[in-house]
């Protein structure tokens, strides 16, 4: 009796009962609390969820700069929720582009891996400031358009950086910032892409943009990027990513894209986000390829964006 006391101290402080009641009440109570947790622990149903399936869709991802070198447009084929296997690729499609000039960019499938290329001739670039392009992919008897204007783009003026010290999950390191300023008509939009040691920085928290030098709705243009944005050109602390070390290459790269090619990349980073206790269900992305064969039931996902590209690099010292 005296170990079980020791034990359970709360039979010390039950008064005006006996150590038999005591004993009866301390039993009753385990019991109770036993026959709730195999309740509980019973409570296990095995449920099939049964998603309502679709065609697949047509998937185009075709973002293209005036960069020196190849462009590519990738086709794809949407797949089941629940199927983690790679998206089809789509081969046998015919893609172009053409500008509102009427020069006529053909893509090709040469390893038919749903990979289309434009190769260059020469020292030849793609696209024009200022001119209208038009995708077009013919696929399965379907046509499908997207049209996207090539915009300027503004200039990285530098990129600087400093030693911080340690703050709550990130260690000891440099934190870089951009400079770069916006150009002085409203409506610019700008998608900011940072290379650490030639690696994207493709997490979702590193989606980088900015409408003039804020953000949608902010009204702030004709000026140096905010703060916020300048310095989104950093690793995030996830995966114990560490900050800029001596040694470390960056390069930062300002694509100027639409006003519909910032919202895409907003919804896309808001869905790949989209999770915990306040997760609304989600959705596709906006997508500005249309079927224009009259099938309203084959729609296509994805988009097609034009983009002149300033960059700028420095080597942590």
């Given at each position: ?29 385990l ?17 099939d ?25 990738k ?40 990979d ?15 001119n ?17 204007r ?19 999950n ?36 590193e ?26 050109i ?8 560490p ?75």
């Amino acid at each position: 009796m005296a170990q079980l006391l020791n034990h359970f101290p709360i039979l010390r402080t039950m008064k005006r009962q006996t150590i038999p009641a005591a004993l009866r009440l301390f039993t009753a109570s385990l019991a109770m609390v036993l026959a709730v947790v195999l309740a509980l622990s019973s409570c296990e149903d095995v449920i099939d969820v049964n998603l309502n399936r679709t065609p697949p869709r047509l998937v185009v991802d075709a973002w293209l700069t005036d960069q020196p070198g190849e462009q590519t447009i990738k086709l794809r084929l949407t797949a089941s929720y629940l199927d983690n296997n790679p998206a089809p690729r789509v081969s046998g499609a015919t893609v172009t582009v053409q500008d509102n000039e009427g020069k006529l960019y053909e893509f090709t499938d040469p390893d038919n891996n749903g990979d289309y290329v434009w190769m260059p001739t020469e020292n030849a670039v793609f696209g024009t400031i200022g001119n209208t392009y038009t995708l077009q992919v013919v696929y399965q008897g379907q046509t499908y358009q997207a049209v996207s204007r090539l915009n300027p783009t503004v200039a990285v003026e530098t990129i600087t950086y400093e030693k911080r010290a340690p703050q709550l999950n990130r260690q000891e390191g440099y934190w870089a910032t951009l400079v770069a300023r916006d150009r002085p008509e409203t409506g610019n939009c700008y998608w900011i892409r940072t290379y650490k040691n030639g690696s994207y920085l493709n997490k979702p928290g590193e989606i980088n943009l900015a409408y003039d030098a804020g953000f949608a709705n902010t009204g702030l243009n004709n000026q140096a990027f905010i703060q916020p944005i300048a310095e989104q050109i950093n690793p995030q602390a996830i995966d114990n990513e560490p900050p800029y070390q001596p040694g470390d290459q960056v390069r930062v790269e300002i694509w100027s894209i639409s006003g519909s090619a910032y919202n895409f990349l907003s919804q896309a980073q808001s869905e790949m986000t989209n999770s915990g206790l306040f997760a609304t269900v989600p959705s596709n992305t906006e997508s500005n390829v249309r079927n224009i064969s009259g099938e309203s039931e084959r729609v296509a996902q994805g988009f097609f964006c034009v983009s002149a590209v300033s960059s700028g690099e420095v080597k942590i010292q």
